[in-house]
């Protein structure tokens, strides 16, 4: 079993940065793929970045790109997404997710296992 618990999350003005933090425990993190998602409420969840198990391969939804970085310290067996210039429609709660592989998904289907979320809430 794969733990994941994401923190981080909170209330920020438009234009503002955030960064969100995903502890994983369990298994081994190189082997694992990992990715962020994120979900409004009576919506479906949405795909936001990915990055492979080496770190050496990313991928982004287009409503975040060049605003979001996700990327991954093996040391601490942490994720993390850094969002920068963050707008009202930024407003979910985003989960972390992992699955033991080689490549990068963008499916929430696709993904094992998942933390409990952190809210972000960008004002206006």
């Known amino acids: 079993q794969v733990q994941l618990v994401e923190s981080g999350g909170g209330l920020v003005q438009a234009g503002g940065s955030l960064r969100l933090s995903c502890a994983v425990s369990g298994r081994t993190f190189s082997n694992y793929g990992m990715g962020w998602f994120r979900q409004e409420p009576g919506k479906e969840r949405e795909f936001v970045a990915a990055i492979s198990r080496s770190g050496s391969r990313t991928t982004y939804a287009d409503s975040v790109k060049g605003r979001f970085t996700i990327s991954r310290d093996s040391a601490k067996n942490t994720l993390y997404l850094q969002m920068n210039s963050l707008q009202p429609e930024d407003t979910a709660v985003y989960y972390c997710?992992?699955?033991?592989?080689?490549?990068?998904?963008?499916?929430?289907?696709?993904?094992?296992?998942w933390g409990q979320g952190t809210q972000v809430t960008v004002s206006s």
């Open positions: 997710a992992a699955k033991e592989t080689i490549r990068v998904y963008t499916a929430t289907n696709e993904y094992d296992y």
